[in-house]
Every structure is written in structure tokens, then in C-alpha cells.
């Protein structure tokens, strides 16, 4: 099954020494990764830098790698682990995308584009996803990480819990709790998401049934 | 699919006839089927628990609303640059990765990267000052001023490799049109023609051959004594 995977596909080609296979594999997941990253480490800069050492670290496993589990999963594995270690470095600065920002940019533009809708629009959307990104890093780093490989990444629990390295139990439990805080952090903030949020993402499979 | 189990699901919402927790696992496809249907069937009854899956709901929808950051034009390049370094720094990853899948793929880097080094490290050598070695030659060498001929319009300490190649005619022709090489003996000729075919960088180790050399010579001019004698 996990063959199937064409990301395990390209892997196992760039094992046998098909170097060009390495490519694809940075094209899909190098953004998400990223991205990921970036959510956790609030940081642009160190989030490059542990894409950079998540890929390296792909690289080296060439001659190991072994198809235990999606590509995916495996290489968010790799990059939750260096984004653990960067975030328990005490000397290391968390610059974080605060309310504080989000007011000093967002609300003088705010007042001098009121004439455009799509600007206005643009900055709400700009403002909610500063409040949002505010509130992720407030909770726990692992809860973080497991309500976001869950919901964006759309990843099933047992998946979770190999990026994690914990149980699909732990699991459970952390992306509860993770967006019963945000949720509250949200509804605290005045900025919970209207009724068009939902369901965007095909997410909520469960419940359209 | 996860498993099923509703013991360990106590009520964390009273009256809604289903756990909180359940509310994010059927958000997230994780329930079975038919336990799905039964928390669906207790929210139709239960607005609160509603409002409560629709908070939910939307946490999941303005994560997945945050736009994912460009990927930086130069991070691929970046990257290759660490691999190579890597490669570079710890051979063994490419030697196992050769042995492990019989692949050339992890040799192609290598001939350029030695060559590079080679040259780097030759490029280097030729840079170093010579004065180092003109002192070590000057000292292994107290002999040469006694032999080597000497223009009568230089009077020049022979005791280094460059002195000694500056002295030394370059070529043998044009040491027999010298006017002041006319008296050269055949020795001194010859020990210039084997100066003359060392470059710089083997002058230090044959010097030896010079000294044999100028036993040889000293040799014949006693033996040339012993026969006018």
C-alpha cells in the first residue's frame, strides 16, 4: 500500500541511484514543509534552514530508507523532530507574528483604503490570519503540531502519531485539546471564523455523510 | 480507522450524549461509521454541542486559510550546496550509498571535487616563498662555491637552488659559446647539463647527484696529479 505512495515511488528510485528522482520530492513537498515549519518555529529564516536540514537528511538516508510509511509522514517526521530540538534551544529567539504587529501594519492601512473593498477585505483576511498564527503559538508546540499535521495537512491520527513519535491515543488527545484552545482563544479575541469557513477543505468528511 | 471505544468515552459534555473528544474525531474522519452516526444523531438534538463542532470547524478552516510561504528562489540551490558539502565532509554517506546500491551516481561528483583539491593544494605549494628552503640549501650545501664555475664578471655565493640555476648556463649549446665557459671541463659541463634539467622543485632532492658529482671531479683532479706526477 505505502508502494502505492508515488512519493515512496520517487524515494525508492533515488535509492536505487536515480539521483533525479530527488527533485520531484523537494517540488511537492518542500513548500508544505516549509510552511509547517514556519507555523512551528515562527520564524521564517530557521524554518528554511530545517527544510534545508530535513531534505539534507533525506538525502542522507538513501542508502536506509526503508517504505514504512508514507513519504510524507516520514519527512514531516524528520521536520517535527528539528523543529522540536530548534524550539528547545534556549538561546534561540521566537519572533512571533503577534497582535502587536498585526495592529501596527494592518490598522493605519486600514483607515486609508476604506474606499476599496477588496483592499478592506484583503487586510481583514490579513488581520484574522495574524490573530490566528498569534493563537497557534500560544498553545503547546506538540499540540500545535498535531492539530496542524491533522487539519491542514490532512493527516489520519496513526499518521500523526508516526510524525510525532507518540501514540494515536496521545494523538487524540493533543489535537482535542488543541482546538478546544484555539477555539476558546478565538472566541476570546472576538474573531471566530463565520459560517463560510467551514467545511472548506473537504475536512468534515465525517459529518457530510 | 481508529477503534472503537466507548467505554473509555466518558460524557465531557453532559446531556449531548456524546464526548467532546468525538467531536474532533468526527471532524477528522476518525470515528467508525456507526458511531459516527450515533454523535450526529445526538447533535441534532443538542444545538450547544452544535455550536461547539462549528467552532471546531472553523479553527481547522483559518489554519488551513494561512497562506503557505513562497518557497525562496535560492533554497534548491542551497540545498544542493549542503549536499555537496556533506557529501564533501562525510565521504562515507557516498561510500556506503555506492556499495548499498551499486550506483555510479555517488562517484560523479568526485573526480572534479579531487581535482579541484589537487589544484588548490599544487596552486598553493607554488605559491609558498622559497627563502625557507635557500637557508636549508645553503646549509647542506657548503661545497658548491668550491666548484661551480663562477663568471668572471659575477662574484656570486653559490648557495642556492636559484643562484645555482641563475649560474648554470641553461642550455649546454649556449654554454659552449660563453666566452667564459671556454675553459669548462667536460665534468663541469656535464654537472651543468644535469642542473639544467632539474625544475625548482627538484633541485632540493638532487643535490645529492651535485655532490656525487663534485666527488667525482675532486677525484679526477687527483688522479691527474698522480699522473703529472
Redesign the interface.
Request: with cysteine.
Given at each position: 500500500m505505502r508502494e502505492a505512495d508515488p512519493d515512496v515511488q520517487h524515494m525508492l528510485a533515488f535509492?536505487?541511484?536515480?539521483?533525479s528522482a530527488f527533485e520531484p520530492l523537494?517540488e511537492r513537498w518542500?513548500?508544505?514543509l516549509?510552511?509547517y515549519l514556519?507555523?512551528m518555529t515562527n520564524d521564517?529564516a530557521t524554518?528554511?534552514e530545517l527544510?534545508?536540514e530535513a531534505?539534507?537528511r533525506v538525502?542522507?538516508a538513501?542508502?536506509?530508507y526503508k517504505p514504512d510509511a508514507k513519504f510524507s509522514t516520514w519527512l514531516y517526521r524528520i521536520g517535527t523532530n528539528l523543529a522540536l530540538n530548534e524550539l528547545r534551544r534556549p538561546r534561540r529567539a521566537r519572533p512571533h507574528a503577534s497582535t502587536d504587529d498585526d495592529s501596527d501594519e494592518a490598522r493605519a492601512p486600514l483607515q486609508l483604503v476604506t474606499d476599496e473593498p477588496a483592499a478592506d477585505v484583503q487586510l481583514e483576511?490579513r488581520r484574522?490570519?495574524s490573530r490566528?498564527?498569534a493563537v497557534?503559538g500560544e498553545i503547546p508546540e506538540r499540540q500545535r503540531m498535531a492539530?496542524?499535521l491533522?487539519?491542514?495537512e490532512g493527516m489520519?491520527?496513526?499518521e500523526v502519531a508516526v510524525a510525532l513519535e507518540t501514540s494515536?491515543k496521545s494523538v487524540?488527545?493533543l489535537?482535542?485539546r488543541a482546538?478546544?484552545a484555539?477555539?476558546d482563544r478565538?472566541?476570546q479575541a472576538g474573531d471566530?471564523?463565520?459560517?463560510g469557513?467551514?467545511?472548506?477543505?473537504g475536512?468534515?468528511?465525517?459529518?457530510e455523510? | 480507522m481508529?477503534e472503537r471505544d466507548d467505554e473509555r468515552r466518558t460524557a465531557e459534555t453532559s446531556g449531548s450524549g456524546a464526548p467532546?473528544?468525538e467531536l474532533?474525531?468526527?471532524?477528522?474522519?476518525?470515528?467508525s461509521?456507526a458511531r459516527?452516526r450515533e454523535v450526529?444523531q445526538a447533535l441534532e438534538a443538542n444545538p450547544e454541542m452544535r455550536e461547539?463542532?462549528?467552532?471546531?470547524?472553523?479553527?481547522?478552516?483559518?489554519?488551513?486559510?494561512?497562506?503557505?510561504?513562497?518557497?525562496?528562489d535560492d533554497?534548491?540551490a542551497?540545498?544542493e550546496v549542503?549536499?555537496a558539502g556533506?557529501l564533501v565532509a562525510g565521504g562515507h554517506?557516498a561510500e556506503?550509498?555506492h556499495a548499498?546500491?551499486?550506483?555510479?551516481?555517488g562517484w560523479n561528483w568526485r573526480l572534479p571535487v579531487a581535482a579541484a583539491v589537487a589544484a588548490a593544494l599544487f596552486a598553493g605549494w607554488l605559491a609558498l616563498p622559497r627563502g625557507g628552503e635557500e637557508v636549508d640549501i645553503a646549509e647542506q650545501e657548503p661545497v658548491a662555491p668550491r666548484v661551480v664555475p663562477t663568471p668572471p664578471d659575477e662574484e656570486v655565493a653559490v648557495s642556492t637552488p636559484e643562484v645555482i640555476a641563475e649560474v648554470v648556463p641553461p642550455r649546454r649549446e649556449e654554454t659552449t659559446e660563453t666566452p667564459g665557459d671556454e675553459e669548462a671541463s667536460d665534468l663541469e659541463l656535464a654537472i651543468a647539463f644535469e642542473l639544467e634539467t632539474l625544475s625548482d622543485f627538484e633541485v632540493i632532492e638532487e643535490l645529492d647527484l651535485l655532490e656525487a658529482l663534485l666527488a667525482l671531479e675532486e677525484r679526477e683532479r687527483v688522479d691527474d696529479g698522480r699522473s703529472t706526477s
Open positions: 535509492c536505487a541511484g536515480d539521483d523537494f518542500g513548500r508544505p516549509l510552511h514556519q507555523r521564517a524554518a528554511e527544510v534545508q531534505f539534507l538525502h542522507r538513501r542508502d536506509r483576511v484574522r490570519a490566528v498564527e497557534l492539530i496542524w491533522s487539519a491542514v489520519s491520527y496513526a494515536e487524540k488527545s489535537i482535542h482546538r478546544v484555539l477555539a478565538m472566541a471566530r471564523g463565520s459560517e469557513d467551514v467545511g472548506r477543505t475536512k468534515t468528511r465525517e459529518v455523510r | 481508529s467532546e473528544q474532533s474525531e468526527l471532524l477528522d474522519g476518525e470515528l461509521p459516527a450526529r461547539r463542532l462549528a467552532a471546531f470547524e472553523s479553527v481547522d478552516a483559518q489554519l488551513r486559510d494561512l497562506v503557505a510561504p513562497a518557497v525562496p533554497l534548491r542551497r540545498l549542503r549536499i556533506d554517506h556506503d550509498e548499498e546500491t551499486g550506483s555510479d551516481a
